[in-house]
């Protein structure tokens, strides 16, 4: 099994869901950017005061910050394995990353795109109903992930790292096309 992974794809692909199952049976760490600043929030402290308002609009929150969260989480962890759920988000972020992963000497493994149509997205997002998931915050994140995310789809395939998966269909049958893909 591969043990450093990165998860790519539009919010409401089920990344998150899929993230934590496959971090459980392998053992390895699940790093969401999206929960740890959620729980910041949460916690009410500065960097979360700071980035409330930003995620209740569906921008993206500073790159710097999240890189910080993410350094730290990473340096904690001593070398054992981990997935990245939801950073990159940047074409600079991905660049920080790899720098940051040459310096602890930790190449990713496997980037996982899971793709699905636009329409299922905004249904699932809908159902779930964060404070982040109203119709016109879901639009604009979907726009946010079209302009900034998606073109590290090319950044990973030129590195030869890029797998996709179909995310449409049960979360039992995704995650045994995840299990598939890795093992
Ligand atoms: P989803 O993928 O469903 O949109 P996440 O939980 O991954 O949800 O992220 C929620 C929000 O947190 C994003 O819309 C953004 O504001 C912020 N966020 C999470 N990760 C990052 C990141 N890597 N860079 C900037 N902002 C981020």
Redesign the pocket.
């Known amino acids: 099994m591969k043990s450093r992974l990165l998860f790519l794809g539009p ?2 692909a089920g ?2 869901t899929q993230a934590a199952r496959l971090c459980q049976a392998h053992g390895i760490k699940h790093l ?4 740890l ?2 729980s910041e929030v949460a916690a009410g402290t500065a960097l979360g005061q700071e ?1 409330e308002a ?2 209740n609009r ?4 500073s ?1 710097a910050l ?1 890189l910080a969260i993410v350094e730290s989480q990473m340096k904690a962890l001593n070398g054992g394995g981990w997935l990245l ?6 074409v600079p ?1 991905a660049e920080a990353l790899d720098k940051l992963l040459s310096e602890l000497q930790q190449p990713i493994d496997a980037v996982v795109l899971l793709e699905l149509d636009d329409g299922v997205l905004i249904e699932r ?1 809908l159902a779930r109903g964060r404070a ?1 998931d109203t119709e016109a915050v879901i639009r604009n ?1 979907l726009e ?1 992930y079209r302009d900034k995310t998606a073109p590290l789809i090319d950044f990973y395939k030129a590195k030869g790292l890029l797998t996709s998966i179909e995310a449409q269909g049960s979360m039992d049958a995704i995650a045994e096309r995840l299990e598939k893909s890795f093992s």
């Open positions: 919010p409401g990344k998150g969401s950017t999206g929960d600043l959620r980035a930003v995620m569906g921008e993206l929150v790159d999240v759920d939801g950073f990159p988000r940047t972020q997002l982040d994140r946010v």
